[in-house]
T-cell receptor, first 113, second 113 residues
């Protein structure tokens, strides 16, 4: 299995809702990433987990809360989002040996009303 | 902030022609990677070139790296309509908190049948 899966594919939520995005990989990778991508822009790094521990938080607002319950699973909990948070959220993973390729999931298209 | 700048921003060619995309960056890197993204989907890794390498090939792809000029180019030969996508360069830097990929602004390639 050489893919990263993300659910749901699409999500529409109100500003008072709480929702979660899920990412899963079964490649034995020990580094996992969340990126945010606005239309016609490059992905921007949000969080990095290394061996299930948060290693990088790119000053992301606390309304985004990441969680890594085990080495295969990465969640992004969303609460009190703003319309400007609407974007494509991409998950990626790679072997913990640095300096190699990242494998990306297909993304979750999030719309905040 | 984004480290990479790509040009052109958009490129339209006919099937069978070659496509060249350029990427410039600002700081020292460990490696530079190229990714492709079809509209609204996840990114697919194309090729990785390390800072001590000057040229790399993979199928119809040729990547060069000039660390003295802090620039890279991606050449796609004998293009096909299926090559239509956005292409991003990404530089890998190692900071005090770990390594991260920083993506350039991307080139939108359209290959006309």
């Amino acid at each position: 299995d050489t893919e990263v899966t993300q659910t749901p594919k699409h999500l529409v939520m109100g500003m008072t809702n709480k929702k979660s995005l899920k990412c899963e990989q079964h490649m034995g990778h020990r580094a996992m990433y969340w990126y945010k991508q606005k239309a016609k822009k490059p992905p921007e790094l949000m969080f990095v987990y290394s061996y299930e521990k948060l290693s990088i938080n790119e000053s992301v607002p606390s309304r985004f809360s990441p969680e890594c319950p085990n080495s295969s699973l990465l969640n992004l909990h969303l609460h009190a989002l703003q319309p400007e948070d609407s974007a494509l959220y991409l998950c990626a993973s790679r072997e913990q040996v640095s300096y190699n390729e990242q494998f990306f999931g297909p993304g979750t298209r999030l719309t905040v009303l | 902030s984004q480290q990479g700048e790509e040009d052109p921003q958009a490129l339209s060619i006919q099937e069978g022609e070659n496509a060249t995309m350029n990427c410039s960056y600002k700081t020292s890197i460990n490696n530079l990677q190229w990714y492709r993204q079809n509209s609204g989907r996840g990114l697919v890794h194309l090729i990785l070139i390390r800072s001590n390498e000057r040229e790399k090939h993979s199928g119809r792809l040729r990547v060069t790296l000039d660390t003295s000029k802090k620039s890279s180019s991606l050449l796609i030969t004998a293009s096909r309509a299926a090559d239509t996508a956005s292409y991003f360069c990404a530089t890998e830097n190692v900071g005090t908190s770990g390594s991260r990929l920083t993506f350039g602004e991307g080139t939108q390639l359209t290959v006309n049948p």
